[in-house]
């Protein structure tokens, strides 16, 4: 069941529709791609989860706060056992881990190792639910969900799940019963 659904952001839509009335610089230009880029994955990712079965509550692009502090969460899936926290990475192409950073193998270009963000959010998700009296176990996961994405020199402990796992990973989920009930 899905109890919110995943919007462009005010940031793509200001950026699209920007980019059909100007010229937008090369730094414009690159954010623009990448924010289209994600959320065509975001997208991907949520026709996926149309399989899923059983009772689970699905909620898609929470933008929460916490403590003053704000953070992002792509897909949120509430089951009987877990909450399972999922950040949904689109990237394209050969990438590798180095000393916890990400670089592209083509450019040597530097990313954001998608696991910092993913703890964070994580972090400040199990204080909401603290602060909510609430406790359960919540399962972080960075999903990358382009089938032409390879990331080389990455330890079997990051909490990944790869283009060719994210099948094994909803089958998963489908194979686990799921009875939600409301708790006072």
Same mark, same amino acid.
């Given at each position: 069941?899905?109890?919110?659904? &995943?919007?462009?952001?005010?940031?793509?839509? !200001?950026?699209?529709?920007?980019?059909? &009335?100007?010229?937008?610089?090369?730094?414009?230009?690159?954010?623009?791609?990448?924010?289209?880029?994600? *959320?065509?994955?975001?997208?991907?990712?949520?026709? %996926?989860?149309?399989?899923?079965?059983?009772?689970?509550? @699905?909620?898609?692009?929470?933008?929460?706060? #916490? /403590?003053?502090?704000? *953070?992002?969460?792509?897909?949120?899936?509430?089951?009987?056992?877990? @909450?399972?926290?999922?950040?949904?990475?689109?990237?394209?192409?050969? $990438? $590798?881990?180095?000393?916890?950073?990400?670089?592209?193998?083509?450019?040597?270009?530097?990313?954001?190792?998608?696991? =910092?963000?993913?703890?964070?959010?994580? =972090?400040?998700? &199990? +204080?909401?639910?603290?602060?909510?009296?609430?406790?359960?176990?919540?399962?972080?996961?960075?999903?990358?969900?382009?089938?032409? *994405? =390879?990331?080389?020199?990455?330890? #079997?402990? +990051?909490?990944? @799940?790869?283009?060719?796992?994210? /099948?094994?990973?909803?089958?998963?989920?489908? +194979?686990? !019963?799921?009875? %939600?009930?409301?708790?006072?």
């Amino acid at each position: 069941m899905i109890l919110k659904y &995943r919007t462009e952001s005010d940031e793509l839509l !200001t950026l699209r529709s920007l980019n059909t &009335r100007m010229i937008l610089t090369e730094k414009e230009k690159f954010h623009y791609s990448v924010l289209e880029k994600g *959320f065509e994955g975001e997208r991907k990712f949520d026709q %996926l989860l149309e399989i899923l079965q059983e009772e689970r509550c @699905i909620l898609n692009d929470l933008l929460l706060e #916490v /403590n003053n502090s704000y *953070f992002q969460i792509d897909s949120l899936i509430i089951s009987q056992e877990a @909450i399972y926290l999922l950040d949904v990475k689109n990237y394209q192409g050969d $990438y $590798y881990l180095d000393s916890d950073k990400l670089y592209s193998v083509t450019t040597d270009r530097e990313y954001k190792n998608p696991v =910092t963000q993913l703890q964070r959010s994580a =972090t400040l998700f &199990r +204080q909401l639910l603290q602060s909510l009296k609430r406790n359960f176990l919540v399962e972080a996961s960075v999903i990358f969900i382009n089938p032409e *994405f =390879t990331l080389y020199q990455c330890p #079997v402990d +990051q909490p990944f @799940i790869f283009p060719t796992q994210v /099948n094994r990973f909803l089958k998963s989920l489908n +194979q686990t !019963t799921s009875k %939600l009930t409301m708790s006072k």
